[in-house]
């Protein structure tokens, strides 16, 4: 199943594979995605293929200064020809949400996600509403500009899974790019290059059940534990990685494990996730950011100096 939606996303996307990667594993892990990269990569494309494979009701929110949070959740309108107040649904209610530029919005527009994202509901007036079992956030954001944006609260970082980087295409790729896409006129559509639903409902929910019985030895758990907990112990960061990273390292872990054709987590699969769990989730101290350390690196030096079971 996997195979097969790797190929039908590429119908539309040329290369980014080890993103859809992540993508696939973040669906399985029923996880959240922030997608980092300069203009003109392609995330919402990509996005928007990913979902058409699934046949996913997919909901798009530009992200704009003037967005409120009832643009994103809804609310009760009052209809004066019932004289009731009547629900209306914002487009927050699908199963596949891309949240486009999310950091061009107030913080207080970007706290409407918060109880989506963890809890998969949303509370209008006091009354909770579900959202789809498989909803998912694919979030934007462009590292570039510093003007007329807002930076994400850690509180809402700390929800996404994954945090990837969107980077340039290879010179190769770039050309098959323009060889594919440069008669076009307009930006194309999962439809327009080909992309059709291959995937059902009922194959959706039982791989996510697969990857829920991929075994996760005590060896392995401990690994994830002092992994993360290394985390608070370094020097250069200031702020370490929360409990929920460790659970969601774990949950990827098996995901990706699943994908691999194996009913068990190794250690490699701690190792292959743990920066894009991990990368947005810490913060510099003072004294690391004026040595220029990076992030990245420094995850990689904890993965490489925590010992990993045999």
């Not at 994103?72 to 209610?93: V, Y």
């Not at 007036?125 to 994400?152: C, K, M, R, W």
């Not at 190792?271 to 995850?299: C, F, M, N, W, Y």
Request: charged residues 20%.
């Amino acid at each position: 199943m996997a195979q097969a939606i790797r190929v039908e996303v590429a119908k539309g996307v040329v290369g980014q594979a080890e993103i859809v990667e992540h993508l696939l594993i973040a669906l399985m892990a029923r996880g959240h995605v922030l997608l980092e990269g300069p203009p003109g990569t392609a995330k919402t494309f990509l996005a928007q293929c990913f979902a058409a494979t699934l046949g996913l009701d997919f909901g798009r929110i530009q992200f704009t200064p003037d967005l409120m949070p009832g643009d994103i959740l809804g609310s009760n309108l009052f209809n004066f020809q019932t004289s009731q107040f009547t629900l209306t649904h914002g487009p927050i209610f699908c199963d596949m949400l891309l949240a486009d530029e999310i950091n061009r919005t107030p913080p207080k527009t970007q706290a409407a996600l918060l109880e989506a994202m963890q809890e998969r509901r949303v509370t209008l007036d006091g009354t909770a509403h579900a959202l789809p079992a498989h909803f998912t956030v694919v979030a934007t954001q462009n590292p570039i500009e510093s003007q007329g944006v807002y930076p994400l609260p850690e509180a809402q970082l700390d929800r996404f899974l994954f945090k990837l980087l969107v980077d340039y295409p290879s010179a190769d790729e770039e050309r098959r790019i323009v060889a594919r896409y440069g008669e076009n006129r307009g930006a194309p559509t999962p439809a327009e290059v080909g992309i059709t639903a291959i995937i059902t409902p009922a194959q959706l929910e039982g791989a996510t059940r697969a990857v829920a019985s991929v075994k996760l030895a005590d060896s392995v758990i401990d690994y994830i534990v002092r992994l993360v907990r290394a985390t608070r112990e370094s020097a250069d960061l200031s702020s370490g990685a929360s409990p929920r990273s460790a659970v969601l390292l774990a949950g990827a872990a098996r995901a990706r494990a699943a994908l691999d054709g194996r009913d068990y987590v190794v250690p490699d699969d701690v190792k292959a996730l743990a920066t894009a769990v991990l990368r947005h989730r810490l913060l510099l101290s003072p004294a690391a950011e004026i040595e220029g350390k990076q992030v990245e690196a420094l995850v990689r030096q904890l993965v490489e100096q925590t010992e990993a079971p045999r």
